[in-house]
């Protein structure tokens, strides 16, 4: 069996903005081929966590290395564009490098939206705009695409029609894949292992097998809190506002213990509203 390719590592790496640390000692590593989640509260180090990695925040301490000759595309959370500025897909595409028509068509082709080169950037759709955003980051040929809340304001059946192209992408161009989602369906369905982040690595590991089971629509809408729920991990200390994941934190349906949900059918004896 050949070793995994290491695309980015990131040994006992401290980041810091103005002076104070917003991620201290992680320990992260990528390989070719994988799709890796990152979750976390609103301020817990994600973007941080992306720029180091994308290399547009040095460590303080510790250590980044990316493999020798890498190529990141990424797909921002979003991208103002001027609505008076007449600028269409093709034209966009070749910003700020000129593209060839073949190769913008490809890209297009390659995020489903072949066909669209001539629209206009404001008239295009959420779900068409971040695709543009996609077919753009696609045309430096990726080994690692990031993409940092790319679903933010698509509906669900937009999100997961988009994640699924992701799925496709990692297998036509054989990429790794790096995002920081906060839908529950993209981190069980999509994720070979999830990340979750609040300063620090809090825990990480592969998604649950619950993904499969009935009960695990129960959990839909429980936020952050029931993916942390939701995923085998190691976690060896507590933090107040986070579950104590050392605990058994869902019963055998798949339940985290507050779940709300009517037609919730918890199996363990825990209190359950
Ligand atoms: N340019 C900056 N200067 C100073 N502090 C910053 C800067 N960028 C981020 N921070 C701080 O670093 C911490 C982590 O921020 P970061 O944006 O990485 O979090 P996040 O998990 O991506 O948040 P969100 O989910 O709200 O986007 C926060 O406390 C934030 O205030």
């Known amino acids: 069996m050949t070793a995994p390719e290491r695309l980015v590592t990131l040994s006992n790496a401290t980041i810091t903005h103005s002076g104070t640390p917003a991620l201290r000692d992680v320990n992260f590593r990528i390989d070719r081929g994988e799709i890796v989640t ?3 509260p609103n301020g817990s180090g994600k973007s941080t966590l992306l720029r180091a990695i994308i290399g547009a925040l040095p460590a303080t301490t510790g250590t980044v290395k990316r493999a020798a000759g890498l190529s990141i595309g990424y797909v921002p959370q979003k991208l103002h564009i001027d609505p008076t500025l007449p600028l269409t897909v093709r034209r966009f595409l070749s910003l700020p490098h000129r593209i060839s028509d073949a190769m913008a068509e490809a890209a297009l082709t390659r995020a489903n939206v072949s066909g669209l080169a001539g629209r206009q950037m404001t008239e295009l759709s959420g779900g068409q705009f971040q695709r543009v955003l996609l077919a753009r980051a696609l045309l430096s040929k990726p080994d690692l695409l990031i993409l940092d809340e790319a679903t933010q304001g698509l509906d669900q059946p937009g999100a997961a029609a ?3 192209q992701i799925e496709d992408v990692r297998r036509e161009m054989g990429c790794a894949i790096l ?5 529950l369906h993209v981190v069980m369905a999509a994720s070979d292992r999830v990340i979750c982040l609040n300063g620090h690595i ?3 590991g592969a998604p649950a097998h619950v993904a499969t089971a009935p009960e695990y629509r129960a959990l839909f809408g429980a936020g952050t809190n029931g993916a942390l729920a939701l995923y085998r991990h190691e ?6 506002d986070l579950p104590d994941t050392t605990q058994p ?3 055998q349906a798949g339940c985290a213990p507050d779940c709300a949900q009517s037609d919730c059918a918890p199996t363990k004896t825990e209190t359950h509203p």
């Open 38 to 40: 990152i979750l976390g």
């Open 162 to 164: 988009f994640y699924r």
């Open 179 to 183: 995002m920081v989602s906060h839908d």
């Open 202 to 204: 809090c825990c990480e």
């Open 235 to 240: 976690h060896d200390h507590h933090h107040d």
């Open 249 to 251: 934190a869902y019963d």
